[in-house]
C-alpha cells in the first residue's frame, strides 16, 4: 500500500524520478503549487521572466515598484524553490545562475532603495536650511504673493550657479597651484613688476658703476647669416633646462626639429642646412664635455668651419651665453650629483693646445667613480674642480699658465682668473642667473629679438635646497669658492641693473609712442578744422586777399613739418642720449613746438 506524498515527505526523501517527468503527487493542494514553481523554473517562460525580474543591465526605475517590499517576496520565493525537491531538478550550474542573478537582484534593490531615501532626505533636509538662510535674506520681501514658489525657483538658480561656476573653475584652473586658488590673490594688490623671483624688492643700490654700453645688451643676431650663438654650459646651473628652452620653446620661421628619444635636435637656419645653435641639444659636446671658455674659443670655429683655410672662412659672429648660479647651491648639487655616480671623465679641460697632466689635474678618488662619498670628503679633496667652478669655466686660462700652478703665485693667479672671468662675463651677449627665471626670459628676448613661447618656471625646491647643513658647513663651502662668490656678487648686480634698465628703457618709449600719438591726433584734428574754416571762406575770392587762407596753409605746412621733425627725432633719440652736447638741440626743439603751438593759439 502506497503512502501519501505528505506522509512520505515527513519520513525520507522520496526516489529521484525522471529528469522531464516530475513525480505525480496525491495531495491535490500541493499539485498546483508545484507546478507553478516548476513551470516558473523553466528558462523563456513568462512566469519565470516576471519572477526573475528584469534583465542584466536593465533596471526598473525608482519609481515603478515599493523597494522594500521586493526583496522580502523575491528572498520568499528562492527560499520556497530550495525546499522544495523540484528546484534539485534543474543543472546545478542552471541552479547557480540563478541563485546569483536572485541574490544580485535583490542587493542591487536593496541598495537603490536605501540610495533613493538617503538622497531624498538630504536634499529635503538641504531645501529646509537653504529656505531657512534665504527667509532671514529676503524677510522684508515675505509680503509679496507666491513667495515660495519664487525662492524655489531663486535657490535652484543659484544652486546651479554655483555648480556651474565650480566646473568651470576646475576646467580651466585644474592644478593646486593656479593663482585664482590662492588667497593672496584675493587679498593682495598687483604684484611689482620689478619684484624678483625671491621675494626681495629688486630697486637694489647697485655696487657697482656700469656704463650705459654695459647695460645696454641688444645684439643684431642674423639668424639667416652666418651669425651663431655659443651656448657655454656650466655644471649644476639649470642649463640643461635652458638649452632645452632654446631649441623646443622658441618662436622661429623655421623650428629646430626634435626627434622622440634623441636628445640632439636639428636647429637650421631658414634655408639652409647650416645650425645657428652651438649648444650641448644642437651639436652635441663637439668641443668636449663641459668645455669651459678657453676650449670654446679656440674649438668652436674649427668645429663650424671645418678643415676649411681661416682666410676662407666666413666673417662670422660668435654670441656667447652662459647661465650662472649661486655658488652654495651649484656646490651642493654638484656633490649631490656626484655622490650618485657622476663623474665627468669625458672632459677634455685642452688649454693651449694640449690637456693637463696628471700631475697638474690629479683625481679625487681611485675607483670608477666617486659614488656615495660624503660631504666632508668632497670638500677635503684639493684637487677638487668644483672649487670656484665657475670662474674658472668663465676665465682665460691661457693668462695663467693652463693648469700648471706653479707659474705664478696662488694669490696672483686668483686675482687674474677672478678678472678675466668678470671681463668675459660684461663682455657676453648674454647670461641668466638660475634663481631669476622670469628676468632671464625677458633678457634673453630683449637681447636677441626673439621670444619664446610659454614662460619659464621657477624652481624652488631643487635637490640642493633638500640638503640642510649648518652654519659652519656654509662658511666652509663659501671659503672654499670664495671667488664664485665674488664673481656671482657681481653678475647679479649687473644681471639686475641691465634688468631696470631695459624695463625703464621699455616704458619710456611706450611714453613716448604715446605722446607722439597724441601729437598727431591733435594736428589732425587741427588741419581738418582749418580746411572746413577755409572751404567756407568764399571761393571766388583772391587768396592773397584771405589772409585766413593763407595763415590756414602756413600752419599745416608748419604742422607737418613739425611731425617730421618728431619722426627724425624719435630715430636719432639713442644718439642724442649717448652725447650730452645735444641737450641744447633737444632744448631748441621743445621751444619751436612751444612757439608754434603759440602761433596756433594767436592765429585762432
Not at 666652509?476 to 641691465?498: H, P, V, W
Request: with cysteine; aromatic share 8%; charged share 25%.
Amino acid at each position: 500500500m502506497a503512502l501519501p506524498a505528505c506522509a512520505a515527505r515527513a519520513l525520507g526523501p522520496p526516489l529521484q524520478p525522471e529528469r522531464r517527468a516530475p513525480a505525480r503527487t496525491t495531495c491535490p493542494r500541493r499539485h498546483s503549487r508545484v507546478e507553478a514553481e516548476l513551470a516558473a523554473s523553466r528558462p523563456g517562460s513568462v512566469a519565470a521572466s516576471v519572477r526573475a525580474g528584469p534583465p542584466r543591465g536593465v533596471s526598473r526605475g525608482f519609481n515603478s515598484q515599493p523597494f522594500l517590499d521586493e526583496p522580502l517576496k523575491a528572498s520568499s520565493s528562492l527560499a520556497g524553490a530550495a525546499r522544495t525537491p523540484l528546484f534539485a531538478l534543474l543543472s546545478r550550474g542552471r541552479r547557480r545562475r540563478m541563485h546569483d542573478l536572485r541574490r544580485r537582484w535583490d542587493l542591487g534593490s536593496l541598495c537603490r532603495a536605501l540610495l533613493t531615501r538617503g538622497l531624498a532626505a538630504l536634499g529635503h533636509s538641504l531645501k529646509h536650511v537653504l529656505g531657512a538662510i534665504f527667509s532671514k535674506i529676503f524677510g522684508p520681501l515675505a509680503s509679496v504673493g507666491n513667495m515660495d514658489e519664487k525662492s524655489n525657483k531663486l535657490l535652484l538658480a543659484l544652486v546651479m550657479l554655483f555648480l556651474f561656476a565650480v566646473i568651470v573653475l576646475q576646467y580651466v584652473c585644474p592644478g593646486t597651484e593656479c593663482q585664482l586658488l590662492r588667497l593672496q590673490a584675493f587679498s593682495s594688490p598687483m604684484p611689482d613688476p620689478y619684484r624678483s623671483e625671491d621675494e626681495s624688492s629688486a630697486r637694489f643700490v647697485p655696487r657697482y658703476n656700469f656704463s650705459r654700453g654695459d647695460l645696454l645688451r641688444k645684439v643684431d643676431f642674423d639668424i639667416k647669416g652666418d651669425d651663431l650663438i655659443v651656448f657655454l654650459h656650466i655644471q649644476k646651473t639649470g642649463g640643461t633646462t635652458f638649452g632645452r628652452h632654446l631649441v623646443r620653446n622658441i618662436q622661429l620661421e623655421q623650428p629646430c626639429e626634435c626627434r622622440v628619444g634623441q636628445k640632439k635636435c636639428t636647429c637650421h637656419r631658414p634655408g639652409k642646412r647650416e645650425t645657428w645653435l652651438f649648444s650641448r641639444f644642437s651639436t652635441g659636446w663637439s668641443c668636449g664635455l663641459h668645455a669651459d671658455w678657453t676650449e670654446l674659443t679656440s674649438c668652436v670655429p674649427a668645429v663650424v668651419d671645418g678643415k676649411r683655410d681661416a682666410r676662407l672662412r666666413p666673417s662670422r659672429n660668435f654670441y656667447y651665453i652662459t647661465i650662472l648660479r649661486d655658488p652654495v647651491s651649484r656646490y651642493l648639487s654638484e656633490w649631490r650629483h656626484v655622490q650618485r655616480g657622476a663623474t665627468w671623465k669625458a672632459s677634455l679641460h685642452v688649454c693651449d693646445g694640449r690637456p693637463p697632466t696628471s700631475e697638474e689635474l690629479p683625481s679625487c678618488y681611485t675607483g670608477d667613480d666617486w659614488s656615495g662619498c660624503p660631504l666632508k670628503e668632497f670638500m677635503d679633496c684639493p684637487y677638487n674642480l668644483a672649487n670656484n667652478r665657475q670662474v674658472r669655466m668663465l676665465s682665460d686660462l691661457t693668462l695663467v699658465g693652463c693648469y700648471n700652478l706653479s707659474v705664478m703665485p696662488e694669490k696672483q693667479r686668483n686675482k687674474v682668473l677672478l678678472e678675466s672671468a668678470k671681463s668675459n662675463l660684461k663682455h657676453m651677449a648674454f647670461f641668466g642667473l638660475t634663481e631669476f627665471q622670469r628676468k632671464t626670459q625677458y633678457l634673453f628676448e630683449k637681447t636677441f629679438n626673439m621670444n619664446f613661447i610659454s614662460p619659464f618656471t621657477q624652481y624652488n625646491t631643487t635637490r640642493a635646497s633638500s640638503v640642510e647643513i649648518n652654519e659652519e658647513i656654509q662658511k666652509r663651502i663659501e671659503g672654499l669658492n670664495f671667488l664664485d662668490m665674488e664673481l656671482y656678487s657681481y653678475a647679479k648686480d649687473l644681471f639686475l641693473q641691465r634688468y631696470q634698465f631695459m624695463r625703464q628703457k621699455e616704458h619710456q618709449e611706450a611714453r613716448q609712442k604715446r605722446q607722439e600719438q597724441r601729437k598727431f591726433l591733435k594736428g589732425r584734428f587741427l588741419q581738418t578744422h582749418f580746411q572746413s574754416q577755409g572751404q567756407s571762406q568764399n571761393p571766388s575770392q583772391n587768396p592773397s586777399q584771405n589772409p585766413n587762407l593763407n595763415a590756414n596753409q602756413n600752419v599745416t605746412q608748419n604742422l607737418i613739418q613739425n611731425l617730421t621733425q618728431n619722426s627724425s627725432q624719435k630715430e636719432n633719440r639713442e644718439s642724442r642720449k649717448q652725447n650730452p652736447g645735444q641737450e641744447q638741440s633737444d632744448g631748441s626743439a621743445r621751444n619751436g613746438t612751444n612757439d608754434y603751438i603759440g602761433s596756433v593759439e594767436k592765429w585762432r
